[in-house]
């Protein structure tokens, strides 16, 4: 991290600024509802201490009215405080297999402005009618005080809703609220789709550090409790988009551009039997996707990851009132932001600056000059908090790798460039270097690979093919 100009510890500033921060018990006036009744509840991972989110939902004649509470961050988190300037420059929490690195000190981020359970706090609170067909119709934003009334793990929610497993015990009286939420995510994805946004689904590795050893490597999937918040996070980043756009606000938005390196994504179409139109387009890359997984949906994670690494990663921008808005290829959406993890990310503390601004009607708090600069700190900081996680994620599965030097494993080429090629193994979901052979492989390419040599401290793993 430091090699990368990343924060690793708290300076005695920031600490004892923290210290003094007491919960905000200010829960009536100044336009702030009191919401604490509602049947809120959050949904993450089992470990997750830092809760951004609930969620809640009523239905209205043929709408379902969906909630999505954020954290009020900036209720204690003061703009230009030591905390904030903190905050600012790591601009994002790091996550290894080993430690966590918040961006915010534990005594906020899993303390007072986590949503916990049975706790009282303050939120920012989009509200959207979402209708049979899952267009958003009538919204708004508003400042709240709620009481997340159980945890909730996504594991836990997907094996009900999917049918192969009890409802938790937790979510006990929540059974209604689960199944209208799930309808509503649902209505949400199918009309995301429709427009023309992409459905990937990737295998995720996670080194499992047990007693401060690596036990083995297991696959993140996706299942349906993480659609179901996935869904509602993007409809609430994208309605937050559109309300500072509406108010006259700048924003930071969440940009992927059109793929550079879409002639390859053709190729590999191709290569399946189909054809994709010579300029890029979301609903047509959809489309082939979509008839993808259906045809062979043990193969469709391999797919999804060569066209993911096709596409490019995400940046930040800046939208200004009046200029054309920039859009996300992979969303098929013209307005994104980034909304709904303050305790998290940097830029939607930001966000949730300018909205508490044009809420209350005041100028906005950042100058157009500034949040250009932030756009792109942001950006910046963001690849190097995700090179951190990689190194330490690929040094455990090193560690993992050590005794199989001269092992062969079936694999996917992940990325070619001059600066050399890169390719995942299927066996064991790590990623790792094309040392030779690689000549002529490209993004997409299915290999045989032997595992030459392992360095875990500096996370190097090395194949030839």
């Not at 905390?83 to 430690?99: K, L, Q």
């Not at 609170?125 to 159980?150: H, L, T």
């Not at 790590?430 to 997409?444: K, N, Y």
Request: charged share 30%; with cysteine.
């Amino acid at each position: 991290m430091i090699e990368r100009g990343l924060y690793p510890d708290f300076p005695p500033a920031v600490l004892a600024e923290t210290r003094k921060m007491e919960e905000s018990h200010r829960f009536g006036g100044d336009g702030i509802r009191d919401l604490r009744g509602l049947p809120w509840f959050s949904i993450d991972n089992d470990d997750t201490r830092d809760l951004d989110q609930l969620t809640v939902a009523d239905a209205e004649s043929a709408d379902i009215l969906v909630y999505v509470a954020i954290a009020d961050v900036d209720a204690l988190v003061g703009q230009e405080s030591d905390t904030d300037r903190h905050a600012g420059h790591n601009t994002v929490s790091v996550y290894t297999p080993v430690r966590i690195f918040p961006m915010l000190p534990e005594r906020l981020s899993t303390g007072l402005t986590s949503l916990h359970e049975g706790e009282d706090r303050l939120a920012i609170v989009v509200e959207m009618a979402v209708g049979e067909d899952g267009a958003v119709g009538r919204v708004d934003i508003f400042r709240a005080a709620v009481r997340n009334k159980a945890r909730l793990t996504y594991n836990g929610v997907a094996a009900w809703l999917e049918g192969h497993g009890p409802l938790p015990k937790e979510a006990k009286g929540l059974d209604g609220q689960l199944r209208l939420q799930d309808e509503a995510a649902e209505r949400l994805r199918q009309r995301r789709h429709e427009r023309g946004a992409l459905q990937f689904e990737t295998l995720r590795s996670k080194p499992v550090v047990e007693g401060g050893r690596v036990r083995g490597i297991e696959e993140d999937r996706k299942n349906r409790a993480k659609e179901l918040i996935e869904d509602f996070m993007l409809a609430a980043n994208s309605t937050t988009a559109s309300f500072l756009e509406q108010r006259g606000y700048p924003s930071i938005r969440r940009l992927v551009r059109s793929p550079a390196r879409w002639p390859r994504i053709m190729d590999i179409a191709a290569r399946l039997g189909e054809r994709l139109p010579a300029e890029p387009r979301p609903a047509d890359l959809s489309r082939f996707l979509e008839r993808r997984r259906a045809a062979d949906p043990e193969g469709y994670p391999e797919l999804s990851l060569s066209v993911l690494k096709l596409l490019g990663s995400g940046e930040y921008t800046v939208d200004l009132p009046g200029q054309p808005a920039p859009g996300h290829f992979g969303l098929a959406a013209d307005d994104y932001t980034h909304a709904t993890a303050p305790n998290r990310r940097y830029p939607d503390l930001v966000t949730q600056r300018l909205v508490k601004a044009a809420l209350a009607g005041r100028p906005a708090p950042y100058e157009a000059s500034a949040l250009e600069e932030l756009a792109r700190w942001c950006t910046r900081k963001e690849d190097d908090a995700r090179r951190v996680e990689r190194q330490v994620t690929k040094s455990a599965a090193a560690l993992l790798l050590a005794d199989r030097i001269g092992e062969s494993f079936d694999a996917i080429v992940t990325g070619a460039s001059e600066k050399g090629t890169w390719v995942r193994t299927c066996r064991y979901p790590v990623e790792g270097r094309l040392t030779r052979g690689h000549e002529h492989l490209d993004v997409g390419d299915r290999v045989r690979v032997r595992l030459v040599s392992v360095d875990v401290e500096r996370g190097f793993i090395d194949f030839d093919c």
